[in-house]
């Protein structure tokens, strides 16, 4: 295989690498997976990621397409070549304010790119705590929301177009088609492979039975954060198959599906203008974490932009931190649970009489006992400093145990959030354990961190014991065992039992419709 990376190395613009010392960086990434890759390239083209692909079919191995690294379930881990799309590819190719869009290389930094745009007063609405350093490639591929998806949603809801090469080496773009449209991919479509691909999804979501296994089997469609398998529960819900639905377009199924149909190599998102001028934030202080469950869906009937939950685990280890310690200002006593409520508006009266009356149904529902408005550009990023840091400050907790991933991506529908906590807590019980709670609360999502020694063998059993038994809380409630952070190695073994085996054959059917895949 030298011999053959040599050649190969020699037709690329780009970098590619074999030795022990770039392999070993890229064979982790945010997750607690590690496995050291074939080769590690760095694309500068779409020419050198055709080269790499073709390449890997005459090799018999897969590529891993990869962004920042920043994937929690070890989506970018693996034994095949690695593609990072970051050190090159990170291009804005056009920009439209006017119409509202812009088209970027997969690998610019969410952040870099919002700068940009907030010139123009503009923003790609989905964030993540990660977005000084996640990159739009792999925020497609995750379909990435954060902490304003109340309002803006997912990554799923903002693209527009996908430019990207298939498993064959053909182009293609992914956008939104009129019947008419769809129908000339499936006849008159020259690409072959991507004929197939058109084809197969028409078959496929055209079966009565297949359209009530999907309907029947996939998280509650009124979750907004779901993303676990392939989204054909979205394709399914279009004009071509669903009466007054909207436009197909394939990128809808491309977001979440973790680089593994397509190489993205530009991408087309709408954007949205900035929010309004006066933000707040209603910190609202709870004596349990029962209590904030409830507070939560009272906060929801006020329509704000964001609501995030810290629970006293988080607030108790930023005691041990200089920096956030400081960002604990607005804290009074010792609450068992925060919820930071956020509210935007275009007067800085809107704003207090909002929190007034958020205030006041606290207090007429029994619940609460604190709730200041924190308000200047100043203090709100201290605030949201605090509540991002939570995945760092789990590390400072005394002991061996620690919070780890793997349940932490688990969604419900809000409404459900009391009870199905209930259940997490009897599960965690039985096993003799504790976790973190805190996070997307308004979404239905909490990020739940139980505390395990991944060095105990015993730990490691009792771990796989806990995902299985949150899992069968999942489909009970019809949530999704993957939010936002995606399946990847530690949720991808669930999928048929949460989706149902008929739907899981759909998907594989769907990875490879006719053609072998490298993805």
């Known amino acids: 295989m030298l011999s053959a990376f040599n050649q190969l190395k020699s037709q690329l613009d780009g970098d590619l690498f074999v030795d022990n010392v770039q392999r070993v960086l890229y064979s982790t990434d945010a997750s ?5 890759p074939l080769a590690v390239t760095r694309p500068k083209s779409k020419e050198d990621i055709k080269k790499i692909i073709a390449f890997a079919h005459e090799n018999g191995t897969s590529i891993i397409p990869r962004g920042a690294g920043t994937s929690l379930a070890g989506q970018v ?4 070549i690695v593609v990072d799309i970051s050190k090159y590819m990170n291009k804005i190719l056009e920009f439209k304010p006017e119409e509202k869009y812009v088209i970027v290389e997969p690998g610019v930094v969410l952040a870099e790119l919002n700068l940009f745009l907030a010139k123009h007063g503009l923003q790609f609405g989905p964030e993540t705590s990660t977005a000084n350093r996640c990159v739009i490639g792999g925020m497609l591929g995750n379909n990435s929301c954060g902490l304003h998806s109340l309002v803006y949603g997912s990554v799923r809801e903002h693209i527009l177009e996908v430019d990207a090469i298939l498993s064959d080496g053909s182009e293609t773009t992914f956008k939104p088609l009129t019947k008419t449209e769809f129908q000339q991919k499936l006849n008159g479509n020259p690409n072959q492979l991507e004929k197939a691909i058109y084809r197969n999804i028409s078959e496929t979501l055209s079966n ?3 359209q009530k296994e999907i309907r029947d089997q996939f998280p509650n469609p ?3 954060r779901r993303n ?10 279009s004009e071509i198959f669903t009466e007054k639905g909207p436009q197909f377009n394939f990128c809808k199924l491309l977001a979440g599906s973790e680089g593994t149909l397509a190489f993205s190599h530009s991408i087309k998102l709408n954007l949205i203008p900035l929010p309004p001028k006066f933000k707040g934030l209603v910190c609202a202080h709870f004596v349990t974490l029962e209590e904030s469950l409830l507070g939560n869906l009272i906060a929801l009937k006020h329509k704000p932009t964001a609501i995030e939950l810290m629970d006293d685990i988080v607030m108790d280890a930023a005691k041990q931190n200089i920096e956030q310690n400081k960002n604990r200002f607005f804290v009074k006593g010792e609450p068992g649970a925060l919820l930071m409520i956020e509210f935007s508006f275009e007067t800085e009266k809107e704003l207090t009489e909002k929190a007034a009356a958020l205030e006041k149904d606290f207090r007429d529902a029994g619940l609460g006992y604190h709730f200041p408005l924190v308000t200047g550009a100043d203090n ?9 840091a939570g995945l760092g400050l789990l590390s400072n907790i005394p002991g061996d145990r620690k919070g780890v991933p793997g349940i932490e991506d688990t969604a419900v529908h809000p409404e459900l959030l009391p009870d199905y906590v209930a259940d997490i807590k009897k599960v965690l019980a039985s096993l003799g354990l504790n976790s973190v709670y ?3 609360i308004a979404t239905g999502e909490i990020h739940f961190r139980p ?12 771990f796989d014991t806990l995902m299985s038994e949150v899992a069968k809380l999942v489909k009970k409630y019809r949530g999704s065992m993957s939010g936002e952070h995606g399946d990847g190695r530690v949720r991808g073994k669930f999928i048929p039992f949460m989706l149902g085996e008929h739907n899981y054959k759909i998907l594989k059917e769907l990875k490879k419709p006719g053609t072998p895949t490298i993805f």
Do not use: C, S
């Not at 991944?454 to 490691?460: G, N």
């Open 32 to 36: 607690q997976y590690k496995e050291m």
């Open 77 to 80: 881990v693996g034994p095949g």
């Open 208 to 210: 009565l039975e297949n």
């Open 222 to 224: 009124k979750l907004t």
């Open 228 to 237: 676990m398998g392939y989204a054909i529960d979205e394709l399914l819900n």
């Open 380 to 388: 709100i990023k201290r605030v949201w400093a605090l509540r991002t």
């Open 438 to 440: 805190y996070a997307h």
């Open 451 to 462: 505390l395990i020694n991944f060095k105990d063998p015993a730990d490691v059993l009792l």
